[in-house]
């Protein structure tokens, strides 16, 4: 039993960990890449989590056999995390290709100075960092 307890209890706090570690890449850095890797590693946290939540000790696939009596392990789970993999492999792809064609067309990967050439190119001035529109008077 303790030994469950110790195996969901380093699961969980990878999962949580994880999860902080990509908040705070997606919070903090400025560079796109980074950013992305932020975005994997608080999908792989959330994905660790539910698979941890879906874990029971003792318990067995969920397959009919005759004379069976223990108990089964819930499938859904572990198939919304499948689901969610494949679309997070979607997403990242996406993603990095938005990453490859931004640098092609602006020179740059940090938000900052993306922000500022955007802000020219469309006409806006920067004000504290935040686009605004100048007004035709």
Known sequence: MTETIGI???SYSGAMGLILLGIFALVNYEH????????ILL???VNLFLITLAYRADAVA???IEGQTAAMVDPIPHALVLT???IGVAVQALALALVIKT?????????????QRIAEESGTRMI???PT???KV
Do not use: D, H, S
Request: proline share 3%; glycine share 10%; charged share 20%.
């Open 8 to 10: 969901q209890l380093v």
């Open 32 to 39: 796109l890449i980074r950013v992305i890797f932020g975005l």
């Open 43 to 45: 999908e792989a946290g």
């Open 62 to 64: 969920p397959i009919m």
């Open 84 to 86: 969610a993999i494949v």
């Open 103 to 115: 640098y092609q067309k602006y020179g740059t990967l940090n938000t900052r100075i993306l922000a």
């Open 128 to 130: 504290e960092g935040i």
């Open 133 to 135: 529109e100048v007004k």
